[in-house]
């Protein structure tokens, strides 16, 4: 009985110790936000095998269940898909002219290329952060060449860049978390501006100048301002809703990502050799 | 079901072992991505109600280091701040273990109605500690599907551990 009692009291003190503990990482983590983030991408780089087995059967049952879904509309997939391949033959005449067009010019600039992008595919094996942080995990760490801060694309569009990194594993911030701001501008009349998450599905656009001219269906692609993000990459369109709040609908589908493409630019080099600015180059 | 003397000694056993690998396991997961579209912004860490029943029923198998360590993989997954789910699972395991009494002498629905103060405790909680570490309020309309969701996956979760604890435990 002697045992018993000290048993419980054991684990009664030990539950205050173990909030009072709570308490203090709670307060570490705050003050000290680095080492927690090492502290959890380490944690995570062990865990990651377990998150990995366990979220293939339910990726492979989510699959089928997609796939039957879709098998009642593949007549009506398969008109969409010829019309929009049409679509994309044209487009894909228009690029060819103008990359040639561009190679030429860059010629008469001078121009060195830009440098090889390296492409790392990753799949996504933990949706995680909940209402408060919008991130998920991946199957790719600097093992396979992944360093923080580049950037992931997934479905052709931007969906968030890496922020802590293991040796088999990394973390996305999506662009959609509260924490995310991308520099953008409009594909067409090229109105700079800042994409801004809410941890909701959709984006907040910010930071426009006064007497911007912002229309339903407007693009918007990474500007390259501030040098995180590389210039050029689809974020997604306009929407304004019915009382003219102005939204921004991401291209990636940020609530259901599967596989993700992690891009590094490479060094960054020059893009004009001294040749080609008058005085550059000289002492 | 069975009586015990939840301050006895507990020796280690494998089937000992059962409520922690059910906590862990839904820990993650909970975590897995499900395909369902916006799904990971309401999804309710699994783990928290694994814990609320083994806490009211065999809080034994189950003492609050374990809850601690519980609530730190799940802040340690999910982003969010290190520390907060740690003191959540542990503050739910002393709140289950302290009320256990009172639910296992009414039915389910008591039980069920107590978790539901638990998801409401954690959703201000973590909403709380949240906007202070990140300096702004949140919306609460997140955090409170992700406790209605919570209460929802609760009979199933539930249900999961009762046949778990007759199965393996060899209980009724």
Not at chain 2, 128 to 133: E, G, L, P, R
């Amino acid at each position: 009985m002697p045992l018993a009692l000290a048993g419980g009291f054991f684990q009664r003190f030990s539950l205050v110790i173990l909030l009072f503990v709570a308490v203090g990482v709670i307060l570490f983590s705050f003050a000290r936000p680095g080492t927690g983030e090492e502290l959890r991408a380490q944690a995570t780089d062990i865990m990651a095998p377990g998150l990995s087995v366990i979220s293939q059967p339910i990726t492979s049952v989510s699959s089928l269940i997609s796939t039957l879904a879709n098998v009642t509309e593949l007549r009506a997939e398969n008109e969409r898909l010829k019309a929009e391949n049409e679509k994309l033959r044209q487009y894909q005449t228009a690029a060819m002219r103008l990359e040639a067009e561009n190679k030429g010019l860059r010629g008469l600039l001078k121009m060195k290329a830009d440098p090889a992008r390296r492409v790392v595919t990753a799949k996504v094996i933990a949706d995680v952060g909940g209402p408060f942080v919008r991130n998920v995990i991946v199957t790719a760490g600097s093992d396979d060449g992944v360093r923080s801060g580049l950037v992931a694309l997934a479905e052709g569009g931007l969906a968030g860049r890496v922020i802590s990194v293991g040796k088999h594993s990394s973390r996305i911030l999506l662009i959609n978390d509260v924490n995310a701001r991308v520099p953008v501008l409009t594909e067409v009349s090229r109105i700079r501006g800042m994409i801004a998450g809410d941890n909701s599905p959709e984006l907040q656009l910010t930071q426009l100048p006064p007497d911007a001219d912002i229309k339903a269906g407007d693009h918007l692609i990474t500007s390259g301002a501030g040098g995180i993000y590389p210039p050029g990459l689809p974020v997604g369109a306009v929407a304004i809703s019915e009382r003219g709040a102005v939204r921004i609908t991401p291209v990636a589908n940020l609530g259901r990502l599967e596989m993700l493409q992690i891009i590094d630019p490479g060094t960054p080099a020059d893009l004009l050799s001294p040749e080609a600015v008058p005085g550059a180059g000289n002492p | 079901m069975t009586s015990f003397d939840s301050d006895a000694p507990i020796g280690f056993s494998l089937q000992g072992a059962v409520p922690l690998f059910l906590i862990f396991f839904l820990t993650f997961l909970g975590m897995a991505p499900l395909g369902l579209t916006d799904y990971g912004t309401i999804a309710p860490p699994l783990g928290l109600l694994a814990l609320f029943y083994w806490a009211v029923y065999r809080p034994d198998l189950v003492g609050p280091f374990a809850a601690f360590l519980a609530g730190f993989v799940t802040d340690t997954l999910s982003g969010t701040a290190l520390g907060v789910y740690a003191f959540i699972f542990v503050a739910t395991y002393g709140m289950a273990s302290g009320q256990r009494q009172l639910f296992l002498a009414h039915s389910f629905f008591i039980l069920w109605w107590g978790f539901a103060m638990v998801a409401v405790f954690s959703g201000a909680f973590s909403w709380f500690i949240n906007a202070v570490v990140g300096g702004a309020f949140m919306p609460l309309r997140p955090v409170l599907f992700q406790a209605l969701t919570a209460v929802a996956f609760f009979p199933l979760i539930a249900g999961l551990c009762g046949f778990a604890q007759k199965l393996m435990l060899g209980e009724k």
